[in-house]
């Protein structure tokens, strides 16, 4: 594998500040992720602030991750919390089908450098770990996997069985689509060396695993054995006991964590970027699970309620609820993150772009329950360069700029060198001439009767449409010469920048994973993927 950095933009100017311009962005967070220094400093932090318990944090990572199948290194990763002076780095996605898009594997591989990177540095135990999003209720966004096809066209495959209502991915059992889901895939893809290894790998994780989250997590855990990964659940019984007391501060704290999360809004509005989050203000930022369902709580004057039912709880009630059934409530996407700081020893959290924009709205929230925001690192932006591609690419001068600014225009360039005839100017001429004649015949009827103006703009505009037809049938017919050149535009375009989105967003690991095998991971890991912020190509060795 080769690694090659370049300079993109995003499309949130929030992000292109935090990436290549940190002091503009300075004030919305606690710590400046490229200095070493500030993670000297929230070492610290967290020495003072952390008050979990971690031997009970240590029993229930090792119950959860050697269900997982984890590793040793895990094992002694876990083990190594019961130091007082150990800290973690994480972060955490979404249960998706297949384990979602491909940026899920490249923020964990994130984790995994920094982890060791900052245990270098600092010269104590930095531990990576992987928050499984288990209770999120958005089914549309886990359940599809989006790949090439045997075809060479942009596929999509999609679980069946809609759970039918705001059930989280941690409820949601494994069934039989799920294996039907599978064996979609393999028959959609193309033969390939390791692919029936992976196809059976999937089904074993599957047959293991109660719903979907787990399903997930035994993926993740077996990608990544080899170093050490700490996956956490944060629906687990001993999870969320240890948020209980952080809970009823939600609840009792609810309009000064609104206070708070408009005022991150304000900051945001003021240096001219569009907050990330727009909640209503009798949103309690906690979630209800009523009949399985995670419904979220609103606060209506002194009473507590759950959106679409008639339901209503006094302050004391929902207090003494979560103090004996935890497990009902979970916090949403502006309090979750405080949760699961409360829970682990955290130094820094890795964050893809959208993250950062939430995060930039969080930092007068976390002092509300004496906490202060981890330091916020950016994952690494990836796009993988297969072989057939990048030959296609040189041959056509083309970078990873060319084509994230859009292909339609140098299409157009490249078909443009190769007319025998100049169409674009021949018809312009066209278009020209035959207007000119309309005019001067108009221009001459009008003394019979005024009225034939608008005769002659009906037939003009006619006559244009036919041109303008005859014009694209003409380019048709250029582009059908000269297939071979829109053709390999496009499987340039679809490879690397499908959907007009970057490639990280769009597709998943597994068909890669089934032309290159394991080493496409381990590759990855191994390569310097953190240094530097720019986006990084990765040129795959079809052979490795």
């Known amino acids: 594998m080769i690694i ?53 944090l240590v029993r229930i990572l090792l119950s959860y991750n050697k269900n997982l199948g984890c590793s040793q290194k895990t094992v002694a990763n876990i083990e190594m919390l019961r130091d007082k002076n150990s800290v973690v780095v994480i972060t955490g996605q979404q249960a998706g089908v297949f384990t979602g898009p491909l940026y899920t594997i490249y923020k964990t591989i994130t984790v995994i450098q920094l982890a060791q990177k900052l245990s270098r540095d600092l010269g104590c135990p930095v531990i990576p770990f992987f928050w499984v999003a288990s209770e999120d209720h958005d089914f549309q966004e886990i359940n599809h996997l989006d790949f090439i096809n045997r075809q060479g066209r942009l596929d999509r495959l999609v679980l ?37 290894g992976y196809i059976e790998q999937l089904k074993d994780y599957a047959c293991s695993s109660e719903n979907l989250a787990e399903w997930f997590a035994r993926i993740m855990t077996g990608f990544f054995t080899d170093y050490g990964l700490v996956m956490v659940h944060p629906m687990l019984p001993g999870i969320r006991k240890l948020m209980a007391p952080l809970f009823e501060q939600f609840v009792i704290r609810s309009e000064e964590v609104n206070r708070a999360l408009e005022q991150g809004k304000n900051m945001v509005m003021d240096l001219g970027f569009t907050p990330q989050v727009d909640k209503d203000p009798e949103h309690l930022h906690l979630f209800r ?79 509300l329950f004496g906490m202060n925001m981890p330091i916020i690192y950016p994952r690494a932006n990836i796009t993988l360069l297969e072989g057939n591609i990048s030959k296609l690419m040189q041959k056509y001068g083309l970078s990873l700029n060319d084509v994230v600014e859009g292909m339609e225009e140098k299409q157009r360039q490249f078909l443009k060198e190769l007319e025998t005839v100049d169409i674009e100017g021949l018809f312009n001429g066209f278009r020209e001439k035959v207007g000119r004649c309309f005019q001067e015949v108009n221009d001459e009827v009008i003394v ?69 095998g394991p080493g496409l991971i381990n590759g990855l890991v191994g390569l310097p993927l953190i240094e530097g912020t720019d986006h990084k190509i990765v040129h795959i060795n079809p052979e490795i």
Do not use: M
């Open 448 to 516: 019979i009767d005024p009225s034939l103006r608008r005769v002659g703009d009906e037939a003009w505009n006619k006559a244009l449409y036919q041109i303008n037809h005859y014009y694209e049938k003409v380019q048709q017919y250029h582009r059908k010469k000269n297939d071979t050149l829109v053709r390999q535009l496009g499987k340039i375009s679809l490879s690397l920048f499908p959907k007009n989105n970057f490639q990280e967003r769009v597709f998943n690991i597994f068909p890669y994973l089934f032309k290159h």
């Open 289 to 367: 699970y009523v009949d399985g369902e995670r419904l979220p709580l609103l606060k209506e004057n002194d009473v507590f309620t759950v959106r679409g039912r008639d339901l209503h709880w006094r302050e004391d009630e929902l207090l003494a609820a979560i103090r004996d059934n935890p497990e009902d409530f979970s916090p949403n996407v502006v309090l979750r993150p405080v949760a699961q700081d409360y829970v682990l020893p955290l130094l820094a959290y890795v964050a893809g772009p959208g993250e950062i924009s939430y995060y930039a709205l969080y930092k007068a929230i976390y002092p």
């Open 4 to 56: 090659e950095s370049v300079r993109l933009t995003y499309k949130q100017p929030l992000v292109n500040k935090y990436l290549y311009h940190f002091p503009a962005v300075e004030c919305l967070f606690s710590a400046n992720p490229y200095r070493l220094a500030d993670f000297q400093y929230r070492l610290q932090t967290v020495a003072n602030e952390y008050k979990a318990d971690r031997e009970e």
């Open 160 to 196: 069946e069985e809609e759970p039918g209502g705001k059930f989280s991915v941690g409820h949601i059992p494994v069934s039989e689509a799920v294996y039907k889901l599978i064996d979609a895939l393999a028959e959609s893809t193309n033969p390939a060396e390791w692919k029936e």
